[in-house]
């Protein structure tokens, strides 16, 4: 059975920071007990032109280039997200497109800020199985767009980002060594966004009350966070035949640094154990895994052969562990770059997007 190793990492976030004091001018708060309570002091919101897919897009040929493959080499894209553009179509195809992955298939996962892990393992599994031996798992999330700017209680948590890593099949050990997925949709009412779906289609009521916001009850998300964060983190070991004593890095949630904490001491484990960004780039959701990964890599705290948890939780209630062997870039093929590829993507997509015309003209739609 070949081995899903982590080949390529990317990232990408808005121009645009949003820091706690510029938060203070929109509701009644301030920067001291935005830092004490949650350990934010900026976040990334997305312009008119970032969109879930442009920030996907970008975080992905990032991951290509660090792996040395091409869109092409692609066979799954799996985009974990919960701020898709559209109902339909998913976002992993307007992503497909936009990259001209023409060799993969492409869908959305939606398991909220656990969604990375999940996607994770659905990518590494495909790899296990044999039936795909490239995959580009993505987390990418414009929450920015869901947040009621004038609530207090939500708005200065979530920033907007995505993080992209290549899996690739190798007959090496090392990679993905394990996973563990959980959810309880009874406590599914604590963290939502009511509207939007087809329980309740837009309507003036659901817009005059709010209920296409994120609504959140902080408390009861803490209580669950710091309960299970520490528990997947074990049972994650505990399943690759590790010990928690082995591992060089845990890259949680970055939620909030109070969570992180409390995972910390019931891990009994120091924080300098735990990779930490939130202070820079607030709850990203199904991004921050990812987003910090790469900020881990980039900073010298993650190396090949390092033993490395990711944990996340989020609403659902969902929340899951990955154990892995971090591996690196394996020996590229080609002689061009992911980056040279681009503008090549944008011609291929106008030409089947015409030839779509075409076609139809032709087979008697355009009379
Ligand atoms: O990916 C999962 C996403 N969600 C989470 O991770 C959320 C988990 N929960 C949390 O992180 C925390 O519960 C929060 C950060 C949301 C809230 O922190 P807290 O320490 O639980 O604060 P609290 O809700 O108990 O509020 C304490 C006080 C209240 O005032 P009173 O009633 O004591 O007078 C709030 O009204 O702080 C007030 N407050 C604020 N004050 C200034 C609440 N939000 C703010 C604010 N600025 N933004």
């Not at 296990?128 to 200065?156: H, M, Q």
């Not at 964060?229 to 035949?241: F, P």
């Not at 659902?316 to 992911?338: D, I």
Request: charged fraction near 20%.
């Amino acid at each position: 059975m070949p081995y899903a190793h982590i080949t390529g990492w990317g990232m990408s976030v808005p121009h645009k920071v949003l820091t706690n004091d510029d938060l203070s001018k929109l509701v009644d708060t301030n920067d001291e007990w935005i830092r004490d309570h949650t350990g934010i002091r900026q976040r990334y919101v997305a312009g008119e032109n970032e969109t879930t897919s442009s920030l996907g897009v970008e975080a992905a040929y990032k991951a290509l280039m660090v792996a040395g493959l091409l869109p092409t080499d692609l066979e799954l894209i799996i985009c974990s997200t919960s701020t898709p553009e559209f109902v339909f179509p998913a976002t992993a195809c307007l992503i497909q497109d936009k990259l001209g992955a023409t060799n993969a298939g492409a869908f959305d996962l939606l398991a909220a800020c656990s969604g990375f892990i999940f996607a994770l393992n659905m990518g590494a599994q495909a790899i296990r199985s044999g039936s795909a031996k490239t995959v580009l798992v993505i987390g990418s999330e414009t929450l920015s767009r869901y947040v009621n700017w004038s609530d207090r209680n939500t708005c200065i948590l979530f920033g907007d980002g995505a993080g992209a890593f290549i899996l690739q099949a190798s007959e090496q050990p090392g990679g993905v060594q394990g996973a563990v997925m959980h959810s309880d949709g009874s406590g599914g009412e604590f963290l939502s966004v009511p509207a939007s779906g087809s329980a309740h289609p837009a309507s003036e009521i659901t817009i005059h009350t709010g209920m296409h916001f994120i609504q959140m009850d902080g408390k009861e998300v803490y209580r669950f966070a710091t309960r299970v964060m520490g528990q997947a983190t074990q049972e994650v070991v505990e399943k690759s035949g590790w010990k928690v004593e082995d591992l060089n890095l845990i890259i949680p949630h970055q939620a909030n640094l109070r969570i992180i904490d409390a995972a910390a001491r019931r891990l009994k484990l120091p924080m300098e154990k735990f990779m930490v960004n939130v202070d820079r780039y607030g709850n990203t959701s199904t991004a921050s895994i990812p987003i910090a990964t790469v900020e881990a890599v980039q900073n010298g705290r993650l190396k090949a052969g390092d033993k490395v948890v990711l944990v996340g939780f989020g609403a659902g209630l969902t929340w899951g562990a990955l154990a892995v062997q971090w591996s690196g870039p394996l020996p590229s093929e080609h002689f061009v770059t992911a980056e040279w590829y681009k503008p090549w993507a944008r011609v291929r997509s106008l030409f089947r997007r015409i030839s779509h015309g075409v076609e139809s003209i032709f087979s008697g739609r355009g009379e």
